[in-house]
């Protein structure tokens, strides 16, 4: 099984795009982008690419980008059991996460069940939600109870009752999002123990960058006080405990938040100045750190979340290129607007 | 043989304001399956909304009757017409009222049981204070420096709560649990209370009421508990008589709504499969049965009496795999049917395998499980089972008599061998003689799945690949002819010379046909062509050896029964009895369901996979909702 696995991943790990590929497609005469983005197996994206009037396959580059990320997970998951099986299948959950806010927006707005259906990222083998019985439902209300009577249950019976207190959008968002990675720490615990360190660097790369990129945001940017900052973020035990974020949502600008950071993360943020470049550049440091684990010889399950993070990412980033491109902007704005380092390592 | 009706494709163009009534009566001619419309000028979808407007009207009405209960049985009327899209429309808002209405009552009790448990935990706290001799009024003063709240809060959050409001100088008190609901009491600063109110609300706290009269005197409090508590039953009440009463105020209108919507479904499920139009026409697509045209004209005419034009063709060569396969089959071979496509739909005009399947299906089970004894509890359990698993319970029966006749013909019953003479043979003291003829039928069965691919493929217009592949008429010629030189071999006939021709010539014209197929390279194309006439001869003796288990299965059985003789004679009276008829049930569930799962694997893997694609469309015409299947 694990050698099923770690070859598995080592296929997939070939189909990665190194900065100067992605740098190429920027430039890519229209004509031969589908072509290239087949060659790397994304077919359902260079289906997309072709002129929209012409294909059949109505869905959006963002649900293509998902379907991709679901079936390559799918492929990954096969071998696995017990409680990597479940924490791989609860990652693909944020997709469907995504999808209740969805719903619960459109209920907010009042758009017609048709609408939103269409909206939704299918889900495949990993859906949970019956979405037609969802996008039904009459109001807000209808709806958190029946997701309430569902499988995600733990994660909305807080928001609902946030949601009824305040009836702030925003609220409700916060209170999914937390819900999610608290419950997503919740299934990595097990592996950190089992998996060990490898496991754990990438939970930690990416719990840390959600809290401290959460904490500026809610700071700084919404305002919020520091008790209410401090209980949206995620419960950790890596490089940012409860003590140190209780402390930096206490400070009163991003700098200071900046300076009182451990030595490692001050040391990798050092000279920036707003909170997009913190989460471009911890992203990148996780990168960084996943393709170590890709590349090492850690235990099956920690290549294939790592090799997950990094194929994620460079869809991401092909998605922007794509969209850049299809609105006609400047290579150099689209370049900009990738975050990439400059080249990695072979 | 079983082949699919040929059908005709065709285009019904018709008013816009007609298509619902049009949709409404291609349902009850009961044989149209909706395709996509291929009209290109036709670029409008005037179905849509319509189908919208169904979707949410009967995801609306099935909530309502989830809430009053079935409305009774519904009978269509023969010239009910269906709802125009505004009369959908004003239904779903009728709907729309009611349901928002019921919610309403829902939301109301879900607040009335959580008052409830609020009351309840006030209850406790009052007596939990009384108990510490707290003065409460004191404690909760609104003029104090201290600022007291009494509530709830989701169990998952009150850590997270309690290490945020530390952060504000406040304290948490965790005094009760019900479910996942966790009673607290938070104190701390009043001048610093406006800063905590935002994380209060995020994550979920409801604050208590707490009475005036409780923060004078416990006493009083304990009547204005009592007196919340009958206005709260009383408010319950009143909730649950909007619900009581739903089905008596709405019922009638209900039950119309059910016929209404039954009406609309036809356009709203053609609407899936594309319903296109422009202006005042509309265009509906699909496939009816050829010998049904005459009846379909009969049919718009009755209803729209010339207001329509009606195209029809034949399917053309291209599109042979997107049309659907109709296949009418008798009804003693319907519940065969379902274990046919478990592997896959019969592409349209190819040759349907579920006659060959069920005899050989019921051959092979009867000849691995002959018994008479075994097979008539199986017959006997398929027939009591009739209700619960329905006309499926007609293979258990079948399979059972098959088992009975070969028990017949084996001369066994329960497992006795020398109760009554065998019929035919004995495959104990006859092995090899069974054995040959397992492999005699398993050379009868491939010639024929051979057979049936070349003639699927020659019906595909691939006549090429019928003649010339390994699975066509050449591939039968080679393994014939092999059949016939191994035959002679071993003495059984004498046809040596003729069969080696054959098999030579079968096989020569294989491998020209895979070169002539390769695309590729001299030296991949020399490998391509020798591996692939290899695989060949491999495969279609390796698959004939399959059939050896079909022996080796009626071996198996005897040999079972023998086993639980000998385990049976060691023991005294009673262990003998237990330990025959445990070793017989033992032998009909484990052996049976084995023999079932084996005959199945044969018909697949063996039969199936040589000929039939599966990959057809099933024909699914358009139908009331009351309508009783025709075909």
């Known amino acids: 099984m694990s050698a099923y696995l770690d070859t598995r991943v080592s296929l997939f790990a070939g189909r990665l795009w190194r900065d100067e590929a992605l740098d190429a497609l920027v430039g890519a005469p229209d004509e031969t982008v589908a072509d290239t983005l087949t060659q790397r197996g994304l077919s359902q994206l260079a289906a997309g690419f072709i002129n929209p009037a012409d294909r059949q396959d109505s869905r959006s580059l963002e649900q293509r980008i998902i379907a991709q990320i679901l079936d390559e997970t799918q492929v990954l998951i096969r071998p696995l059991c017990g409680d990597a099986r479940s924490f791989l299948t609860f990652w693909t959950a944020r997709f469907e996460i995504s999808n209740v806010k969805t719903l619960l927006r459109s209920k907010l707005t009042g758009e017609r069940p048709a609408a939103v259906l269409a909206r939704l990222t299918p889900m495949g083998i990993f859906g949970r939600l019956d979405n037609q019985d969802l996008a039904h439902a009459e109001d807000v209300g209808e709806l958190l109870r029946r997701l309430e009577a569902g499988p995600y249950a733990s994660i909305v019976r807080p928001a609902r009752r946030a949601f009824e207190q305040s009836r702030d959008p925003f609220i409700l968002d916060a209170a999914l999002d937390h819900g999610y990675y608290e419950g997503l720490t919740l299934y990595a615990h097990p592996l950190e123990n089992a998996v060990g360190a490898p496991f754990r660097s990438l939970m930690a790369n990416l719990i840390d960058r959600i809290n401290l990129v959460w904490l500026l945001r809610y700071r700084f940017n919404y305002g919020l006080p520091p008790a209410q900052v401090y209980y949206l973020l995620v419960g950790s035990r890596y490089s940012l405990p409860g003590t140190r974020l209780q402390e930096l949502a206490a400070l009163d600008s991003l700098d200071a938040v900046l300076a009182a950071l451990p030595l490692p993360l001050q040391t990798q943020l050092a000279g920036v100045t707003d909170i997009p470049s913190v989460f471009a550049r911890m992203e990148h440091a996780a990168a960084g750190q996943a393709l170590r684990v890709l590349r090492s010889r850690a235990p099956d399950i920690a290549r294939a979340f790592a090799y997950l993070i990094l194929r994620e990412r460079d869809l991401r980033a092909i998605r922007a290129v794509l969209r850049g491109r299809h609105l006609g902007l400047a290579e150099a704005d689209i370049r900009m607007a990738l975050h990439r380092a400059p080249a990695r390592a072979a | ?631």
Not at chain 2, 77 to 106: R, T
Not at chain 2, 402 to 416: E, I, K, P, Q, T
Not at chain 2, 514 to 535: D, P, Q, S
Request: charged share 20%; aromatic share 8%.
């Open chain 2, 1 to 631: 043989m079983l082949r699919a009706e040929p059908l005709n494709r065709i285009q019904l163009l018709m008013l816009a304001s007609e298509t619902q009534d049009a949709a409404l009566a291609l349902a009850r001619f009961g044989v149209f399956n909706p395709a996509p419309c291929t009209l290109d000028a036709l670029e409008e979808t005037p179905a849509v909304a319509y189908r919208e407007a169904w979707l949410e009207a009967e995801a609306r009405l099935s909530k309502l009757l989830e809430q009053c209960g079935d409305t009774g049985p519904l009978s269509i009327p023969a010239d009910a017409a269906a709802p125009a899209l505004a009369d959908l429309q004003e239904l779903n808002a009728w709907l729309k009222d009611v349901w928002v209405a019921c919610l309403a009552c829902h939301e109301s009790e879900a607040q009335i049981a959580e008052a409830r448990s609020h009351l309840d935990a006030l209850e406790e706290t009052l007596a939990k204070l009384e108990r510490l001799n707290v003065d409460l009024a004191h404690l909760l003063r609104t003029d104090s420096l201290l600022a007291v709240n009494i509530g709830s809060l989701p169990a998952t959050g009150l850590r997270r709560l309690t290490e945020a409001l530390a952060m504000t100088g406040h304290l948490v008190s965790r005094f009760d649990q019900i479910g996942e609901q966790v009673f607290a009491v938070i104190a701390g600063e009043r001048n610093r209370h406006e800063e905590v109110r935002g994380l209060l609300t995020q994550a979920g706290w409801r604050e208590l009421p707490v009475p005036d009269e409780l923060r004078i005197h416990p006493q009083a409090a304990r009547t204005w508990m009592g007196q919340e508590r009958t206005r709260l039953n009383t408010q319950s009440g009143a909730a649950c008589q909007i619900m009581d009463g739903l089905r008596e105020r709405f019922g009638p209108r209900l039950h119309e709504a059910r016929l209404r919507l039954a009406l609309a479904r036809p356009l709203a499920e053609a609407a899936l499969a594309g319903v296109r139009g422009k202006g005042g026409l509309a265009a509906l697509s699909g496939w009816v049965p050829k010998r049904q045209m005459g009846a379909l004209h009969d049919t718009l005419d009755e209803h729209f009496h010339g207001r329509y034009w009606l195209h029809v063709r034949e399917p053309s060569a291209r599109e042979v795999s997107d049309v659907p396969s109709l296949v009418r089959y008798p009804g003693w071979l319907k519940p065969f049917v379902p274990l046919v496509k478990s592997y896959g739909i019969p592409r349209y005009g190819e040759f349907d395998p579920a006659l060959p399947f069920a005899f050989t299906y019921l051959l092979l089970f009867g000849a691995m499980f002959g018994d008479i004894g075994h097979g008539a509890v199986i017959l006997l359990l398929a027939a009591a089972l009739y209700r619960r698993i329905g006309r499926m319970a007609w293979v258990g029966i079948a399979a059972g008599a098959a088992s009975m006749l070969f028990g017949l013909l084996y001369g066994s019953v329960f497992g006795y061998e020398d109760l009554i003479e065998p019929v035919w043979l004995s495959p104990l003291h006859d092995p090899i003689r069974v054995l040959t003829l397992a492999v005699a039928f398993g050379v009868g069965f491939i010639s024929f799945t051979l057979l049936a691919n070349a003639y699927n493929k020659g019906v595909a217009g691939r006549v090429a690949e019928a003649l010339f592949d390994s699975s066509g008429l050449a591939g039968l010629l080679f393994y014939l002819g092999a059949i016939g030189l191994l035959a002679s071999f071993a003495g059984a006939a004498d046809v040596a010379q003729l069969a080696a021709m054959l098999a030579g010539l079968g096989i020569l014209v294989v491998a020209a046909y895979k070169w002539h197929e390769a695309r590729a390279g001299l030296g991949e194309r020399i490998l391509v062509t020798v591996i692939e006439t290899l695989e060949t001869a491999i495969n279609l003796f390796s698959n004939t050896l399959s059939f050896m288990r079909v022996a080796a299965f009626s071996l198996n059985h005897v040999a079972l029964a023998l086993a639980v003789f000998t385990l049976a004679s060691g023991l005294d009276a009673a262990g003998h009895g237990f330990t025959l008829v445990l070793g017989n049930i033992v032998i009909i569930m484990l052996e049976g369901a084995i023999v079932a799962i084996q005959a199945l694997r044969l018909m697949y893997y063996e039969g199936f996979s040589r000929f039939f694609s599966g990959d057809g469309r099933e024909f699914v015409p358009l139908r009331l909702a009351s309508q009783h299947a025709k075909i």
